[in-house]
DNA sequence: TTAAACTTTCAATAATTATTGAAAGTTTAT
DNA sequence: ATAAACTTTCAATAATTATTGAAAGTTTAA
């Protein structure tokens, strides 16, 4: 396999992946395609790159910048602006663990809390069934928080470690 | 609070964060309404509850099976199926963890063995960021393959386990 | 058989989400 | 000030994905 045939397929694969997890492609495209560039590029590269416009190319970058995967570079005596993705995979997945939480676990939470609170007859089978469905999802998604909370706060090594700990 | 609304706010929040997780809306809700149903439902029933199509009723219920996350039962001396779900929220993250495996993680960690195959001279920064970066995706990747294996294979009790020791 | 009861299919349509591209906005150099 | 170089915005459009509903298919009972 040829280096730009195997960079193509990188990007096509990721580009499915992050769709399939509600990951706009073209983001997931733009950030494969960082990932696997040493230096930093300008839109205008990767709007050719990716054949993309540039208001989409535009839009995406200041996405991917606010998910925290890549940053903003500028180059001695040039106006135009470069874009590099951070390569340690180990910050790529907090990152995306983190912001995934924000956006989207917390709220769950506050609902899971919120409809908690109902009250009923306990012998009336549908409220009993409620609660007891509403409080192990409410349980598991605590367990899936504070899970996510030590992988944030830890070491690639040290979390890893401990997974495989798991394994005996 | 009350019981209704909450069941509402309950199917709402489900399908909402079953979108952003690339899971079909009306899969989530209807999972959902199974979830929170004492008694097996009919696609009648679930049609009117959601307000959606027969057609669209049918074909979730059958994509929810092959999920693995209901169940079609018959009632004696009646025609029509009725619907359960598993309510072991254990089971549902075992379920949906392991067809996402086999859908989304397989295909992927097949493309990242191909393309890992690249032939090129490691002085060319292009090969280099390109090997290094693909190689660390495909670490990580196994390490979460792994992981899931682990947890597919895992009592709950177990598996939480050991997660609640990482915290020491 | 026939028909009633029920399930499945799928082309048409609707709803949602992503993308374009041109105009407006901003910054810098002269 | 002006203009060139560059970035941002957003209404229009395209592409994708989900949903409908009616027809076709299936099963059961009489």
Redesign the pocket.
């Known amino acids: 396999m040829e280096l730009t045939e195997a960079k193509q397929k990188f990007i096509e694969a990721w580009g499915k992946l992050g ?1 399939e997890w509600g990951i ?4 997931a495209q733009i950030h494969a395609l960082l990932l696997i560039s040493p230096d930093a590029l ?3 590269e990767i709007m050719e790159t990716l ?12 996405d991917l910048i606010g998910w925290g995967l890549i940053e903003k570079q500028h180059k001695a ?5 470069y874009f590099y993705a951070d390569k340690d995979t180990w910050n790529i997945a907090r990152q995306v663990a983190k912001e995934r939480r924000k956006r989207e676990l917390d709220p769950v939470l506050k609902v899971l809390d919120e409809i908690s609170k109902v009250e009923g007859d306990p012998k009336d089978p549908e409220f009993a069934t409620f609660t007891k469905s509403v409080g192990d999802i409410n349980k598991l998604a605590r367990n899936v928080d504070k899970t996510l909370d030590t992988m944030l706060k830890a070491e690639e090594s040290w979390f890893w470690g401990s997974i495989f700990k798991m394994f005996k």
Do not use: D, H, P, V
């Open positions: 769709s706009n492609r073209t983001m300008t839109t205008e054949s993309i416009s540039r208001g989409n190319a535009n839009m995406t970058l200041r005596g040039e106006r135009k602006e």
